[in-house]
């Protein structure tokens, strides 16, 4: 893959924070690059909005310069004395383009050099990322498939749009992803210092997420702490590695949905269980990071349990089947197609037993899958928060530490593990 040429990175920079350079095009969509601008800012970040003159009819020069804190240009011949069409892509760390329309693709794929934006992305040497935004019929314009393709060759991110609501009354492939989802690729690209492979072109996986509820009577539910985070990372990244992505999602903390990811919606482990058996059939691999109830009530009640004479003394318990064992069995049956990768995870505690690692061994071995992704939870860890560890077991007896991070990070490292075991 050929790449722009290297340069000293953060050569004429007097801080240690990242720098980053937030470019926008002019689309209707540049309105959500304010949230994006100010997720940078709140994390730490040091702020340069570079937007194009088109752009400004959208969103005023005043609005960018609030929100982050510096002076907003447009051309070349501004603040001449500070050379920035030069000095801020040898500054930065990361360049963002939200929105990135046809027409800022097609100049940044042709090398042009007519506004400040355009300079700026000759002279940067770190993790660029584009992030899409146009009708449908101008993303999937042959000029555009091919201006996203150089890109990705010169080793830039080019996020795959989101479909929805476009300008109008217009729905399809197009739509802006959400800033929060923008923002999470690309301090991921930070944390990983390079950019998102795209080896997962042709392959289907299918990942699941979140909790399951089994319900008791109308009211109450049994159910646990997962939020999805780690799930639906896993999903968005597959996706912008080139992957045909289904999200099996049981129940989140109100998540945004992935881009460019078909989406299941399930409550129970039965309907889990269910919605993967119908959808593995047609996939390469398998990332089971779903939290699902062991058990479930015996019966559920058709009114509401009230308190008093009539209340239960226990509940009594029906234990779920276990749906990763069950895929690997079907692997072994031929119901699968025997090169499919399966990957589990394991939320562990220790205990007089054993400590998580000697449960989570056995676990694997009990199990059969290929990878084991594995977390030591309690409080502030695994569930409910935004980053994560833990180690990743194989088959073949590899462990491997993964280190504290975001769960984006997280779910690069488990594709990172998962994609030699493909078309095996």
């Known amino acids: 893959m050929s790449k722009a040429p290297t340069t000293t990175v953060g050569a004429h920079r007097n801080s240690d924070t990242p720098h980053v350079v937030v470019g926008v095009g002019g689309g209707i969509a540049a309105y959500k690059t304010c949230s994006l601008i100010r997720s940078f800012t709140e994390s730490g970040h040091i702020v340069r909005v570079v937007p194009t003159e088109s752009a400004l009819e959208f969103v005023g020069r005043a609005t960018f310069e609030a929100l982050s804190g510096n002076p907003v240009h447009t051309g070349v011949f501004e603040d001449v004395p500070q050379v920035p069409h030069v000095r801020l892509g040898q500054e930065a ?5 939200a929105p990135a329309t046809a027409d800022l693709l097609a100049r940044a794929a042709q090398g042009r050099a007519d506004d400040l934006l355009t300079a700026t992305l000759l002279t940067a040497r770190c993790p660029i990322v584009f992030a899409p935004a146009m009708h449908t019929e101008m993303w999937e314009h ?3 498939v091919a201006n996203v393709a150089t890109l990705r060759e010169r080793g830039a991110t080019v996020i795959e749009p989101a479909s929805g609501r476009l300008t109008g009354s217009d729905t399809g492939a ?12 690309a301090t991921l690209l930070l944390e990983r210092a390079d950019a998102l492979p795209r080896d997962l072109e042709g392959k289907r996986i299918l990942v699941s997420a979140g909790g399951t509820r089994e319900p008791l009577d109308p009211v109450r539910f049994l159910g646990n702490r997962s939020s999805g985070k780690q799930g639906y990372a896993l999903a968005r990244l597959a996706v912008q590695r080139g992957a045909d992505v289904t999200l099996i999602s049981g129940i989140t903390a109100g998540l945004a949905l992935p881009a460019a990811v078909d989406v299941v919606h399930v409550q ?4 889990m ?5 119908k959808h593995s059939t047609a996939a390469d691999a398998v990332v089971m990071s779903a939290a699902v109830a062991d058990f479930r009530p015996d019966s559920v ?3 509401k349990i009230k308190k008093g004479a009539d209340e239960p003394n226990s509940i009594s318990l029906t234990k779920n089947d276990d749906i990763l064992a069950g895929l690997v069995q079907s692997r072994r049956n031929g119901d699968l197609p025997a090169g499919i990768a399966i990957v589990g995870f394991a939320a562990e505690t220790g205990d007089a037993n054993g400590d998580v690692l000697t449960h989570a061994r056995a676990k694997l071995k009990r199990k059969g899958c290929d990878l084991l992704v594995v977390n030591a939870v309690g409080e502030g860890k695994a569930f409910e928060v935004d980053s994560n560890d833990g180690w990743l077991l194989s088959a073949d007896g590899t462990e491997t530490a993964l280190e504290h991070g975001s769960k984006a990070l997280m779910a690069s490292r488990v594709l990172d593990a998962l994609t030699p075991l493909l078309g095996r």
Do not use: K, N, S
Request: hydrophobic residues 45%; negative net charge.
């Open 174 to 185: 197009g739509r802006l992803p959400e800033p929060e989802e923008i923002f999470g690729i």
């Open 301 to 303: 009640a058709t009114t």
């Open 273 to 277: 269980r269910a919605a993967v058996e």
């Open 93 to 97: 760390d990361l360049v963002v383009i």
């Open 142 to 144: 042959p000029a555009t």
């Open 268 to 271: 129970t482990a039965e309907q």
